[in-house]
């Protein structure tokens, strides 16, 4: 198994706890991330807001090392992997997005790099039962609420992700870890990161609107797989606290920091000590067999 | 939220343009208003998607650039997702935004553009983002250096955000980017 590994800025600065995870679950499961050399910015949100034909170059920059690589693309951040999935279909379907993408990068590119999600492979290369195999610390007794946002699910012919209104994959991956997934509507609902420095209460309310739609379906932590959801659900608990007046303490962690746990990984090598939020309640689950075995 | 609106098909509708530039078809919406239905913040706008369509239908023009719309929109896309006739509304909304850029229109609350040039600033700089620089840039030109500053000492300690720039990406391949894209722009596209 093995693929181009394209980290996103993110990965070395507000989503450190991602890379970290997703590299040290990658090493425990037998997965070959080849990084990318020289891999530049996907363009994020900003660059598709200024110039559409700017974004699609941006993001078929990389695409294209990943070509001369001869392996598919895996992307960990959902705002990088969706920008480069609407690359690959703006190029594909449009002969003048494709033109204008080859002046700019001074190469043609067709737009047929498969772009995959971290848990995409989790769940469709390695598979359930080869997962299985590999927990060694069940996070029995931990409800989790599984938390996809926009990015990866949105637009839906551009990801391919999952059924883009009730996706299942991060469940389903939950569900091996020995957690339990709760059944909740939130799932897919915006938590509105887009704004985070612009108009940061509108971030604050939608984020706030997630968070109590998980704490009333009873979870004790949200698994995100987008460093923006991270960020707006976690950073920004406490200015939702402030401003509405309630406690959530809900920890908002990464399903590659989750798995880590399962696989029996040191929380300090999944970065759990980048969190905001105390994330002890999910420590204290996966602690659980150990007290076992130190009475027994 | 009722909004009156006239049938003005001037030369100043941005009907055409916006079209072109997001590369959909408005004249297939029958309103059947999911894309409003679904929008997080249409409650915070004057006018929801399924409305701003009709406006644009009707022949509205640069009075939809100078409403907050538009910059309050969170490009979380379940408008398209959602759209029967598979609109990409969210290209629209990026369609009026880059117009209203163009334009020069008075600059919106959270000063979105200003963002975005500070941010992609960075990335012609470093080939890839460099947040600190660029939320410090934002945050100078917004006026509002003070909030956050309440979270910032702890993000840094845990390492939660960068100190040192970006290093090790192709920046010749970005700047080649940017000075196609800035060419572009001066040759009217």
Known sequence: ?296 | MTTRITKQNTPGSLLKAVQEKADVNLGVCYQCRKCSIGCPVAGEIESPPSEIIRRLQLGAGDELLQTGLIWTCLSCETCYARCPNRINFAAVVDALKAIAVEKGVAKPEGDAPLFNRSFLNTVRSHGRAYDLKAIAMYKLGAGNLGQDMDKFPAMLKKGKIAILPPSGADKGKVKRIFEKAAKNKGAGR
């Open chain 1, 1 to 296: 198994m093995k693929y181009a590994y394209y980290p996103g800025c993110s990965a070395h600065s507000t989503a450190r706890d991602m890379h970290e995870s997703c590299l040290a679950v990658s090493k425990a499961l037998g997965i070959e991330l080849n990084e990318i050399k020289g891999w530049t910015c996907c363009g994020a949100s900003s660059a598709h807001q200024t110039d559409r034909e700017l974004a699609a170059s941006l993001a078929c920059a990389n695409l294209l090392k990943a070509r001369q690589m001869g392996m598919d693309m895996v992307v960990n951040c959902a705002a990088c992997y969706n920008r480069s999935k609407v690359a690959n279909y703006e190029i594909v379907n449009s002969v003048q997005m494709r033109q204008s993408v080859a002046d700019s990068l001074g190469e043609p590119y067709d737009g047929s790099v498969p772009v995959r999600h971290f848990v995409e492979i989790l769940l469709k290369d390695l598979g359930v039962a080869a997962l299985r195999k590999k927990i060694v610390n069940p996070l029995t007794g931990l409800k989790a609420a599984a938390y996809y946002g926009c990015y990866l699910v949105r637009p839906p012919e551009a990801t391919g992700f999952d059924d883009p209104e009730n996706p299942t994959i991060l469940e389903r991956l939950i569900d091996v870890t020995g957690a339990e997934d709760v059944e909740w509507s939130g799932k897919v609902d915006c938590c509105g990161g887009m704004q985070n420095l612009t108009r940061t209460e509108i971030t604050v309310r939608r984020s706030a609107a997630v968070i109590e739609m998980a704490q009333a379906a009873g979870a004790q932590c949200v698994v995100v797989a987008c460093p923006m959801c991270q960020i707006s659900l976690d950073v920004r608990q406490a200015d939702m606290e402030k401003l509405l007046g309630k406690k959530y303490n809900m920890p908002v962690i990464y399903l590659t920091q989750l798995l880590g746990l399962a696989l029996g990984i040191s929380p300090e090598k999944l970065g759990f000590d980048k969190l905001m939020v105390s994330p002890a309640a999910v420590l204290k689950a996966a602690r659980k067999p150990v007290r076992q075995n130190v009475k027994g």
